[in-house]
Every structure is written in structure tokens, then in C-alpha cells.
């Protein structure tokens, strides 16, 4: 890797007891210390939340979507705007995926070829394709710090022969999107793992891609609906086929547990719709586990979502306010839920960062879910 | 009026051309510099803006209403919750209305006798009786600085004999509605003139709620479908039957137009739910006239929504992208258009008020429409 890489990874600790790894991601726009969750703003704006108050809740880093922003409004748009950062108002760190799994998402209207996918768009069923070519002209023009390598993600259960030949090809198309992307000065590509639940196709998929001397490395095809220890499992394998000193992301996962679960197996980058999905339906993360704003039972809770948090929402509002804005409807009820789930997680990896600094992550990780099961 | 009333009046200047005013409305959680726009938190919260950001657009009290809380979440949690100011984290003035204009709103599901209002909720049917105690119970409860005597509002085209029985019986109403009202060093009751557009009306209704001598008045019944010049005719008449000494609020009026021209008139106070509203729909205040922000012409432009505003919006977010915004449907859409239509209106009545206090009203009424015809 070049020293003028746009994005650096610096190890900073390693847990004594188990591969969790304190670190820090240098960007053009920002320092991001690791392990990070990445709160997701998909169509250019983290859903409900202000950038400022994105920013005051302790998030470094955002993911936005390729796939989106090339059909709404159109990445010359943002171009013409001065990228993404000024188009959003979000001067941090910025991730752009590639568009290969919303594309691999849509099922029927999608239809995969060797020189990409055509599909056709959810919003007016227009046609188009995404090659790997295609995806990183479009994520050099929205301009975010780290970009990713077209890929083709699989779903659970795969059979074999289609998990080998679509690792096979997320090599293929890597080594074009590798190709295609010149100003590595300015943004960094990382490549993407897949191999699905297979452990071999997934070394075979590693040496591949790690071959290529790129600035970090996703883990792709995971958390996409087998069980969760089957996750860990192969999680197990796949974190020690990529180089230690590059950031290591594993894409799609962001509830508490396999938060805690990818950061114990040495994994340093996450994101997730979760927090914010989960806020607009009224489901609140606490410290003891999920609450859902509706039930009845919070009509007269005056106490705040979780006495533990310090969010913004957690420090003016109660449960019995917020319960009613949820039931009346009111936009306010997002706003404020997805601030606090946001914050939530958000404070959970600062203080994995901090239990791996003080060498006592396991400690926390058990002090966490005692609490975290006790399903108030 | 007694001196230890909560909210009391104070005249600093009035126009020397017309019949404008500066004034100064002192409460008990702070001044409010008149003539105000009063922006509307119908269910405890300004729709899509945080108190924080509503508080820093300049607006000094907020609107909020009888009929929707008591409906839900219900008055008693609002005040277990240590009344409305807490409950939505709002420490500044409010005032809320009686939940008259919203009962006689919903048509063929209320009945009006001489006790009251007997109605079905918009929400789930249920059968409900609203009546001038029950209305201030209500507010009692929510506890805001100001609260608006129980009446009955004409629609416009309205009969003589309906609109006198109307007015006669508001009348009636706002003696049990002061009969009602103890603890008026905290919260102070606002009378409320009817008389449809008959002149002879309005003047008697005015004779009989002025002698009542309560802290302040409102006109009701306007802006009820009426041409606007009807409504501007009538105003000519009514601002005068009311005492110099006391706020006068111009119910339900929010549109730059009838701001201006209530204004010259001698109203001191006004609402709407137009600003936010409109947001939510993609209409956009400027200084230029209304602009819709989903035409496609705005999808490259890259100024703010108006050049000549200094909001959180403006200072931020072009019109490029808060047409993307609204054309995904974001929540944000709804969250940056209601910052800057609030502030629009915040700041033309802050113009307003400069402009009373230098003597030249009627030049800067000029100089606003002038440019605000420009239609761009």
C-alpha cells in the first residue's frame, strides 16, 4: 500500500484475552477511533438526524448508498454539489458501499452478468446496469473517504457451486474496480470477502483479495439471515485471513450482540439501518434490552428511555412523551428515538474501546449482556 | 385587571400612519416582544422541530392545543408529567387555545347545546362533551401562561340569527369560563370577540367581553373562509372596539399578507399552523413569494432556498438538496422546510417590530411586497 493512501489504519491495542483490537482510521475529512459503528444515512442523510446532531452524539463516520444516490437524485447531481460531505453537510468521514448488494436485493428485477448486473430501479422500474467500473465512477463522484469494490453478495442457505462462483467473480470484479479507481490519494477502495458459509471458498476469496495490497478489507456476505452462531463461526475463520495492520469491516450488522461478538473475533468496523429503522417503529435499545414505545405500560413513565444514557433525548424527555408522539404520529417521535438509538450504540463502542484500552473487554462484554437480558 | 395577573401588556410604541403597535407581553416564563407569530405545537411539539431549534429561529411562544391533548395523551398525564411546559421541553411562554374552533370543526360529529359541545374524537369516535369548565379544567392542567375562553366560531357564509346566537352565547361561555379560572397570577384567560362579519355584531360582542376586564383579547371567527378583504374590513373595525391597553390576537392568521395588514391594523398577536404545514408539503416561504420545492427546475440549483435568509437551512442546504430530500420522502425534508418557514415568519415579524419602532412600517410593508410579488 502506498503511504499517500488516502485512509490509514493504525493499531493502537490488542485485547490480551481474545483478537479485539483498538485502532484508529486517518481520513482526508477525520480521525475514526476503532472499533467503530458507522450509523448509515442511505439517500444522503442519516434518516431524522440532524449532522450536528449526528456529530454531538459521537458518531465519527457515516455510510451512505451508491445504489440510491446514482438513481435519487443522480451522482452527477452531488458531483455538481462538491460531493457528497457539502451536498449533506457532513465535513467527517464518509463510506460509501457499491451498490452490489441492494442490486443483488432486488430478486427478480436484477439479473447478474460477468460484466455486471442489469436490474431495474425500485422507485420507477427504469432500467439500468452497475458494473464494477460503473459503481466506482459513481462512488468517485459522490467523493466519499473509503470506497468498496463491487461484489456479489450471496444469500442463506447458497449452494456451493453458486457461493464459488460468485467469490470467484467478487475477485474478478474487484481487480476492475481495482483498475478503475485512480485517485487513491483522495479516496481509499477496500475489497470485500465472500464465500459464503463456506470456509475454504472463503480463504480461497481472502488470499484473492488480500493479494491485492489494498487499504482495508470487508467481510461480505454475512449477516444475511443464517443463525447467528453460524455468523460467529465462520467470523472465527475469516478475521485471521485478512493482514493485521489493515481495518477490518464487516458489513451489515449492528445489533449489540454481534457488535460484541465481531469485535471479540478481531473485527473493527461495522454498520447497520438498525438503530434508526428500529426508532421509526417505536422499538427503543436500552441497556436492558429492547423497549417497544407503545405498550401501554409507559402512558405514566416519566422517567427517561434508558436512566443510563446521557443522549440528548434521554436528558428532556420522558417515556410517557415520547409514547405519546409515537402514538400521535408526530415526526418528532423518529427524531428523537433515533437520536437516543443511535447514541446507544454509539456509547457502547466507545466504551468496548475503552475495556480494550484497560485490557478487561471480556469483563465488560459480561457486565453488558447481565444487564442487557434482564428484558424490563 | 389585577396587578399580580400572569401575563400583562406593555405599550412601547405605536406607528404614527397607522394603527401599529410594539409591544411587550411580560409572563411567567418570559417576555414575548409584539407583534408575534406564534408558531403551533398542536400535539406538544412544533411538527419536525426540536424546542432547542425552534427556540433558536427566534420564536418567543408557542401555540399548542386544548382539543388534541385532552384527547390525547389526556390532560391529567400532561400534568402528572409537571404540566405542558415539561412535557414537551418547552420552558418558554405558551399559550393554548380552548379547543372551541377544533370541536366545532368536526361538523356532523358534535352537537352544541347551552352546557357545551358534545362531539366524537377524530381519533377513535368516542364520545366526548367539551364545555367552558371542562375547557378550562383542561388547560388548568396543561398549565400554559395563557388560555382562551371556550366559544362558538361561525363558519363563513353564516346568517345573522346564527352568528348572533354564536356570539351571544360565547358570551355567556366566557362568564363561566372566568367563573371557572382561579389561579389567574399563573395563568391568565383571554376573552374571545364573535360576531361573523356583521359589524353591529362584533361590536356588541366586544362591549360584552371588554367589560369583563380580563388581560387579554382575541378576535375569533376571521379567517374562516371570508375574502380577505372581508376579513381586512371588519378588523378595520374590531381592533378598535378592543382596549389599548391589552394584547389583541388575531386567531389562525399566519400568512405573510394578512401578518402585514392585521398588523396595521393593531393585532399584536397571531398563529397559524401555515408554516409547517406547508413544509411538510414542500411549500417554502421566501422573500420572494412561495416556491414549491419539487419542481424540477431547483434539482441543479445549488443556492439556498432564499438568499436573503439566515436560518439553520439556508446557512447549510441548497435547494438541490432539499429537493432530493423531499422527493425520497426523508423525514428530514419536513425537518429543514419547517426551520426555514418558521424563521421566515419569525424574522418578517421581527422586521416588523424594527420597523414600528422606527417609524416606518408602512415603507417596509411596501419594500416586502414589492419583492415578495417578484413570484421566481
Known sequence: MKDNAAVRFQLLHTDPATKA??????????????????????????????????????????????????????????????????????????????????????????????????????????????????????????????????DECTDYPVDRTYAEE???????????????????????????????????????????????????????????????????????????????????????????DALFEGVERGVDMFDCVLPTREARHGSVMTSRGDLNIKNARYARDFGPLDPECDCYTCSHYSRAYLRHLFKSGEIMSAMLLSIHNLRFLTRTMEEIRQSIEDGRFLAFKESFFSSWNANE
Open 166 to 256: 460468485a467469490a470467484e467473480r467478487t475477485t474478478r470484479w474487484l481487480l476492475r474496480c481495482k483498475a478503475a479507481h485512480r485517485d487513491t490519494e483522495r479516496q481509499s477502495l477496500f475489497g470485500i470477502m465472500q464465500g459464503g458459509m463456506y470456509k475454504d471458498l472463503r480463504k480461497r476469496s481472502a488470499e484473492q483479495i488480500t493479494g491485492m495490497d489494498l487499504p482495508g478489507y470487508a467481510i461480505g456476505g454475512l449477516s444475511v439471515g443464517e443463525p447467528k452462531q453460524m455468523m460467529y463461526d465462520i467470523l472465527d475463520d475469516c478475521v485471521d485471513l485478512l493482514p493485521a495492520d489493515k481495518p477490518r469491516y464487516l458489513m451489515g450488522v449492528g445489533s449489540p
Open 21 to 150: 483490537r483498538r485502532g484508529r482510521l486517518t481520513t482526508p475529512h477525520g480521525t475514526v477511533e476503532t472499533p467503530v459503528f458507522m450509523p448509515v444515512g442511505t439517500a444522503a442523510t442519516v434518516k431524522a438526524v440532524k449532522p450536528e446532531d449526528v456529530k454531538a452524539l459521537g458518531a465519527e463516520i457515516l455510510l451512505s448508498n451508491t445504489y440510491h444516490l446514482f438513481l435519487r437524485p443522480g451522482h452527477e447531481i452531488v458531483k455538481e454539489a462538491g460531493g457528497l460531505h457539502t451536498f449533506m453537510n457532513w465535513d467527517g468521514p464518509i463510506l460509501t458501499d457499491s451498490g452490489g448488494f441492494q442490486v443483488f436485493s432486488l430478486g427478480a428485477m436484477r439479473k447478474i452478468k460477468e460484466a455486471g448486473v442489469e436490474f431495474r430501479s425500485h422507485i420507477d422500474g427504469g432500467a439500468h446496469m452497475l458494473t464494477p467500473e460503473k459503481s466506482i465512477e459513481i462512488q468517485n463522484a459522490l467523493g466519499a473517504d473509503i470506497i468498496m469494490a463491487f
